[in-house]
């Protein structure tokens, strides 16, 4: 199944690089899932890598270490400038928060590309973390499933963001886009569904 | 319905920690410092390493109260050491609520057999290794993440260097090894069969390792990283020098920039003097903590 499916997206996504932000976190595995869609990856350490990107993932990790690292190395306002011109991002987890407009802890918001508002930690600690399968309509109707580690959640989104999943209920929503930005509270790469990085590979495909 | 405790939550949050490092603090203030320094964890104890082993007798669990203000004070996870075997211990900061518990030879252990269950619990182990066999027996028991003892206390990272060359080196063996000679090495490592055919197949551990015991510089982590750690855990090395702070800081900057040496040289400048060292060859062979656990 999972053989059938790597051949057919070999073809699709064959042209594409991907920049992983390889500050720190779980950029291995977002490696394996991108590279097994059949694009290329290149782990962005320094702000010059990121014109040869086509899309960007901010992976999962530690939100705060992520954010010193990205201010001390001046990557904000060259992903910022290249998400204006269309750049399209993906962020998991930390990812989220690093892209929200808001964080609802009254924290400043990092990059503030997305018009949302992250809750931090949302989920709870270790001990909350959990795996479940979501209802994604966007993705067919064989549930995903996600894996939530002291997982964020977003409380409300502004104009233009389509809310595309929500775990229990609807206050807490967990999959959402708007335009060239995506981004999960949970961990796709984590699995060997590849749908998610599917549906952001064609966002980097039809831009290019 | 939302499973809870799976092992792919449990080593996952290790996955999240990866390129980054953990630190020891044994108070608030510390706690903050490392936070802000950009620790992707804390560990959360009475006494560092180098203190322990200065004050000698037995070392147990931090007091669950400082462990608390840690845990109300920095919004990174919280680490906390059990002693080996000291199963109530981990009952109790499972109870806490702490993000995973060091089931570590650092302090004294309260089995001279056995160690804990890891599977009987919903928050995740990190154990200490010397060689692939223990790293294995440990992942065995239940441990969601490992780390290379090195000899903690030191400041020396000479066997932080010995542990990770021969975890590394026991693994590329494995790798070249036919089907049917793993049952033997298997028996060879004192290590469960399934994970050393794992092993073999993949020539990588099943979970992330990291790198402890004497790193003092940010070199010192630099070489853990290019050596194979996914990251590093930093105990009396911040704590124990003249400048916390920055120091803590130049070690998060050369754990991810580990293959720049440029930005080594830039972050080594002018950080003060290191932790003062101890020359393994001169402690006790009694007196080596790495030689606790089975």
């Known amino acids: 199944m999972r053989g059938a499916n790597i051949i057919k ?132 109707k064989e549930p995903f499933k996600a894996v939530f580690i002291r997982a964020p959640w977003i409380d409300s989104v502004g104009k233009g963001v389509n809310i595309l999943a929500c775990f229990p209920d609807c206050g807490r929503i967990v999959l959402a886009e708007e335009d060239n930005i995506l981004v999960s509270a949970f961990h796709p790469e984590l699995t060997d569904d590849m749908r998610i990085h599917q549906y952001f590979l064609n966002k980097v495909k039809t831009r290019t | 319905m939302a499973e809870k405790g799976t092992y792919r939550v449990k080593a996952g949050l290790a996955e999240m920690l990866k390129g980054g490092v953990i630190m020891d603090v044994t108070n608030v203030q510390q706690a903050k410092i490392a936070e ?76 001279e057999k056995y160690h804990i269950d890891k599977w009987s619990f919903d928050v995740p182990f990190v154990c200490g290794a010397v060689n692939l066999g223990e790293a294995l027996r440990r992942i065995g028991e239940g441990a969601a993440m490992v780390r290379t003892k090195g000899e903690a206390g030191t400041g020396n990272v000479v066997e932080a260097v010995r542990h990770m060359r021969t975890i590394r080196g026991e693994m590329a063996w494995l790798t070249k090894l036919g089907p049917e000679e793993l ?33 003092a510089t940010p070199a010192d982590a630099a070489l853990m990283m290019q050596l194979g750690a996914d990251g590093v855990f930093v105990g009396s090395g911040i704590f124990k020098s003249s400048d916390p702070s920055n120091r803590a800081k130049a070690i998060v900057e050369a754990t991810t920039h580990c293959n720049d040496p440029k930005v080594l040289s830039e972050v080594s400048k002018s950080l003060g003097e290191a932790m003062p060292g101890l020359e393994i060859s001169e402690i006790d062979s009694n007196n080596l903590i790495q030689n606790r656990g089975w």
Do not use: W
Not at chain 1, 46 to 69: A, F, H, W, Y
Not at chain 1, 117 to 125: L, P, Q, S, V
Not at chain 2, 44 to 68: C, Q, S, W, Y
Not at chain 2, 194 to 212: D, I, M, Q, Y
């Open chain 2, 36 to 111: 802000d320094a950009g620790a992707v964890a804390v560990m959360a104890l009475e006494r560092v390493p180098a203190d322990i082993r200065a004050a000698g007798g037995v070392a147990r669990m931090a007091d669950p109260a400082i462990i608390e203000n840690i845990m109300k004070t920095v919004s990174i996870p919280v680490m906390a050491k059990a002693r080996i075997g000291h199963f109530v211990e981990a009952q109790i900061l499972q109870s806490l609520g702490v993000d995973y518990i060091d089931e570590s030879e650092v302090l004294t252990p309260a089995d």
């Open chain 2, 183 to 215: 049952m033997s090495a298997a028996k060879e490592l004192k290590a469960p069969v399934e994970l050393v055919r794992e092993v073999a197949k993949s020539g990588r551990l099943p979970v992330v390792n990291f790198s402890a015991g004497g790193i």
């Open chain 1, 9 to 140: 997206a070999e073809k699709e996504f064959s042209n594409l690089t991907v920049g992983i932000l390889a500050l720190q976190g779980a950029v291995a595995e977002h490696a394996r899932v991108v590279t097994d869609c059949g694009a290329s990856y290149l782990e962005i350490k320094k702000s010059q890598q990121l014109d040869k990107v086509d899309g960007l993932i901010i992976p999962g990790g530690e939100s705060t270490t992520m954010r010193k690292l990205m201010t001390k190395y001046g990557m904000i306002e060259p992903i910022k400038e290249l998400a204006a011109q269309g750049l399209p991002i993906f962020g998991t987890c930390a990812g989220l928060i690093l892209l929200a407009k808001e964080i609802s802890s009254g924290e400043p918001a990092v990059l503030g590309l997305m018009n949302i508002t992250a809750r931090r930690n949302a989920f709870g600690r270790q001990a909350d973390s959990f795996e479940t399968d979501l209802t994604i309509s966007a993705l067919g």
